[in-house]
């Protein structure tokens, strides 16, 4: 397959097959790009005589880069409106890669490649660079520095720290040991309650009996007939209550007696 350079020159061809015909003809290219299948331009060849037809065509461009075929479809035709195709001719069909041609023979003639031309390319352009006399960097003397530092060295060594001193705590601990038994002979007397509870029993019996006799007060008023009976069941309920009330608030010691 041919290889077409983008946006360059190309001549569109045809030459009929019958030299002797004298009839007038015209001839018709179209190019289709073969990938897409879509028709990239028609073109109108010129007739030169003796049955030759060219035109020159600008090759469509490579927009990705990678190559782009393409297809050249001539046909010819009897009339100007280019509307009847001759029957004695058929139409070609030529296919192209439109891709850029690199031009090897510029790196150093011929179809090889020669990498000892573009040596001597290189070499040829540098030696067109002036030369410079570039002082060479004087050694660097870093003995002082390295003297300096092993006698900072030899007097870090010779530094002598002192070991510290064992701390003694054996005040502080003395100190403390007589706090603790100032603590512990502090006397806290025990607090006896029996007072305060013998107090709230009585204050508690003194209630009830007030609330009983002023139930006996109300009852009397609606069950005059009863009211012995109705004492006897009550003086019961104030003996349970009594004992119950004594019971909750009987002081701890004395419990500890009847035991």
Not at 118 to 147: M, S, W
Request: charged fraction near 30%.
């Amino acid at each position: 397959m041919d290889q077409l350079h983008p946006t360059e020159q190309f001549p569109i061809t045809y030459v009929l097959d019958d030299p002797n015909d004298t009839g007038t003809y015209y001839v018709r290219a179209v190019i289709y790009d073969d990938v897409a299948g879509t028709t990239i331009e028609t073109v109108d060849l010129t007739d030169l005589g003796g049955g030759r037809f060219k035109k020159i065509w600008y090759v469509c461009p490579d927009v990705s880069g990678q190559g782009r075929y393409i297809s050249i479809v001539t046909k010819v035709y009897t009339d100007p409106g280019y509307t009847t195709l001759a029957d004695s001719y058929q139409q070609k069909e030529n296919k192209y890669l439109v891709q850029e041609r690199w031009n090897r023979g510029n790196l150093g003639g011929g179809v090889a490649f020669s990498y000892k031309r573009i040596e001597e390319i290189v070499d040829k352009a540098l030696g067109k660079i002036p030369k410079t006399n570039i002082p060479k960097p004087k050694e660097t003397d870093l003995q002082p520095i390295v003297d300096a530092l092993i006698e900072v060295r030899n007097e870090v060594k010779a530094i002598e720290i002192p070991k510290p001193e064992k701390i003694d705590f054996s005040s502080v601990l003395d100190g403390l040991n007589k706090v603790k038994k100032a603590v512990e002979s502090i006397y806290i007397p025990e607090t006896d309650l029996s007072p305060v509870i013998a107090e709230l029993e009585r204050m508690k019996l003194e209630n009830i009996r007030e609330e009983i006799s002023e139930m006996f007060k109300k009852i009397g008023r609606f069950f005059l007939d009863d009211v012995d009976e109705i004492k006897e069941v009550l003086n019961k309920l104030q003996k349970q209550i009594e004992e119950k009330a004594f019971i909750a608030f009987k002081p701890k010691d004395e419990e500890k007696t009847d035991i």
